[in-house]
């Protein structure tokens, strides 16, 4: 029988979705997922893995990528850049399109501007699905940066505020892109980082610049008929050789968040094998896919009916994620970007 948005629903309790981060980035609760389950804290991982174990990451940095202002009608708008399409070169004043989410009562048309942040004049090009393309009058990025705001994801109540400009980038960000967090990055502190080094486990990144899409809620009831949004990525030749070089050696590849995940397992279907390279990937990882390279995957709770439950389950096997989950809510687990983790070990036979 095809899968449906049926079999991956949960009942999960409005209070256990984390509204703000613990005082301590490694204060997190780490759900073992193992027979049996086991309670932890993230500060175990270095208990928890083995010496010539490889860490893969995502260094993506979240833009200031949400907007406010108005129409040149007087309408209220809001806007969420998705990504920078053109111009972001080193001439601060050329002109660069983005594509961007725009909430408005009324749709605005193509030609007609939008004022933001009482400091930005956008020009609309065009509809492109259910995105605009708006033309910045200089460098997007360096825009944004200087006038956006950091977009928390729409469960989270509260606007971001200056704990968030810190705990929802994480410590290793560099590489500009993304509208989300990748959020299981969001536990390392560097103390924990240098646990894990004297442990033995080496680190590698990826890039892989999240997009708005990843807040969409899947739409149709077989979800087989689900097309993924599309993002960045860049996967460089050093992590391709760290994780060669982690498999000649015997370790095992522990990728840090689902962005990751994407990114490596894009490029492995892509060739057949890891290479490096850049693209967009829409990969959708469902039950019954066959995974390539990650041995281990250290991931946050998701979100009921998401794409990335989808990908979890198909890591772990369906059966041991319903379990996992009851677990956790039993255990009063914290969920989403700003909650607990699981550590998850691959299942060859999952379904």
Known sequence: MPLTLDDFDYPLPPELI??????????????????????????????????????????????????????????QVEVLVERPL???GTDPHAETDVLAQVRASKSPKPGSRIRLEDALEVEVIERVGEFY???????????????????????IEHAAGEADETRYQTVFAREKGS?????AGLHFDETLLAGLKDKGVDVAYVTLHVGAGTFQPVRVHNIAEHRMHSERYILSQATVDAIAQTRARGGRIVVIGTTTMRTLESVARKYGELRADSGETDIFITPGFQFKV?????????????????????????ETIR???AHAIEQKYRFFSYGDAMLLTRNPDAV
Request: proline share 7%; net charge positive.
């Open 133 to 155: 393309r708006l033309r910045f009058a200089g460098n997007a990025v360096d825009l944004l940066e200087a006038h956006g705001r950091l977009p928390l994801p729409p469960y």
């Open 86 to 88: 053109s111009g972001n």
């Open 18 to 75: 984390a509204q703000a981060p613990l005082a301590q980035r490694s204060a997190s609760r780490l759900l073992v997922v193992d027979t049996p389950l086991r309670d932890a804290h993230i500060t175990d991982l270095p208990g928890l893995l083995r010496a010539g174990d490889l860490l893969v990451m995502n260094d993506t940095r979240v833009l200031h990528a949400r907007l406010y202002g108005q129409k040149d009608s007087g309408g």
């Open 179 to 183: 509208v989300a967090a990748p959020t």
């Open 323 to 325: 379990a996992a989950y």
């Open 294 to 318: 990650a041995d281990l995957l250290l991931t946050n709770f998701h979100l009921p009916k998401s794409t990335l439950l989808m990908l979890v389950s198909a890591f772990a096997g369906s």
